[in-house]
C-alpha cells in the first residue's frame, strides 16, 4: 500500500512541476485532476499537507484539486494556510486574509453543518475571531489589511447573527441545500391566524411585566416546537415540511419581539 501511494505522490508531483512550467496554466482549466482524485484514498491529512505546501514552494499555485479542505497562502508573509478550517487570519504573521466565499457560516466556526448548535459553543468563537480580525486592531496597518479587516469581520459578524437563532440558522441550512423559502409569503392556516391575534390581544391587555413573561414563556415553548419539528425534517431532508415549519417559527418569533418590547 504504501509503495502505490509513494508512486502516486511522485506522479501528481511531476505532473504539478510540468504544468508549473508550461503555458497550460493561463487555461480555464490547466491541470488535470485524474492523478489527484486517484490520490484521495490513499493519502491521510498529514501527506496532503506535506505535499500541498511542496506545491506552494514550487509552483505557488493554489492546490484545490487534493481536498475540498484546501489551503492557500497568506499574501503577506507567503506562509501556507491550515490544511483544513477557515483562513481567515495568518497564524504566522496576523495577517488579515481576504475574504473567500466559498468558506461557509459554519465552517468560520469550526462547527458541523448542522441545526442542533447552542449559542454559547458560538459566543466563544466569535470573540476569539473578533480579537484577531476587528478592524480597530489593524489601524496601523495597509489599506489593504485594513479593507479585509472590515470585510471579514462584517462577515464573522454575519455568521454569528444567522448561526445564533433558530429560524436565521434554518433559513440558511435550506439556502445551503439549494432551497429557496419565499420570506414574505404568509401562512394561510386560519388557526394559527386566530391564535396569533388572541396573542397579540393578549400582550396588549397584560397588565404586568409578569403578565408579558407567562406569555412569552408559552410563545417560546411554541418556537421550541416548531424548532424541533425543523430539525427532524431537515435531517430526513423533507425540505417541503422544513419550509412550513419556519414559516410558523417566523410569527412565533416576531411575537417574542413585540412581547420583548413591552416588557
Known sequence: MWNRRKQLVL???NNLQNASSSSSLLSPNPLKPSNSLLLRPFLSRTDTAQIRQLCFQTTRIPCKFFSSDSSFSCWSCGAVGPTSGPFLACGSCGAVQPVDHSVDYFEIFGVKQMYDIKEETLEGIYKDWQKKLHPDLVHSKSEKEKSFAAEQSGRVIDAYRTLRKPLSRA????KLEGV??????TVSDPDL???MMEMREAVEE???SQDLKEIQSKVQKKLETWSNSFKEAFEKR???SAINCT???RYYEKAIEEIVKKL
Not at 433559513?171 to 435550506?174: E, F, G, R
Open 247 to 249: 414559516q410558523r417559527m
Open 238 to 240: 423533507d425540505f417541503q
Open 193 to 195: 391566524l386566530i391564535e
Open 171 to 174: 433559513l440558511y441550512l435550506l
Open 11 to 13: 506522479s501528481s508531483l
Open 180 to 185: 429557496h423559502v419565499d420570506e414574505e409569503k
Open 206 to 208: 397584560a397588565n404586568s
